[in-house]
């Protein structure tokens, strides 16, 4: 169905780096501008992450998306939402507060 996937934008050490990351991939591409961004925190190999992900789109808008990030020589990973990239850690286990973006 639709938004049954996401795409994953990047993984950043601090979520100060994942905002300004954000911002600047909604300049690059212009279909990123009213999405709405998940950020999730991981833990990979011991090391926390913050992850920029969008929610919204289907299974083949999400690799027509990657597709289009990659040609710009950004990473992209294109996932299900019901399954989830390893290593993210619960929501609301958040160290830091989330501010929602109104």
């Known amino acids: ?10 993984a950043f050490s601090t979520q100060a780096n994942a905002e300004r990351a954000w911002k600047i991939y909604q300049k690059c591409y212009s279909g990123l501008k009213d999405q709405n ?8 190999r011991g090391k926390k992450y913050y992850r920029v992900a969008v929610a919204g789109y289907n299974g083949s808008s999400a690799r027509a998306m990657c597709s289009n990030v990659r040609g710009g020589g950004y990473g992209c990973i294109a996932f299900a939402a019901s399954r989830p990239l390893p ?16």
């Open 1 to 10: 169905g639709i938004s049954s996937h996401m795409v994953q934008l990047g």
């Open 37 to 44: 961004l998940r950020m999730t925190e991981a833990v990979v």
């Open 87 to 102: 290593g993210q850690l619960p929501q609301g286990s958040s160290s830091g507060p989330m501010r929602a973006r109104r």
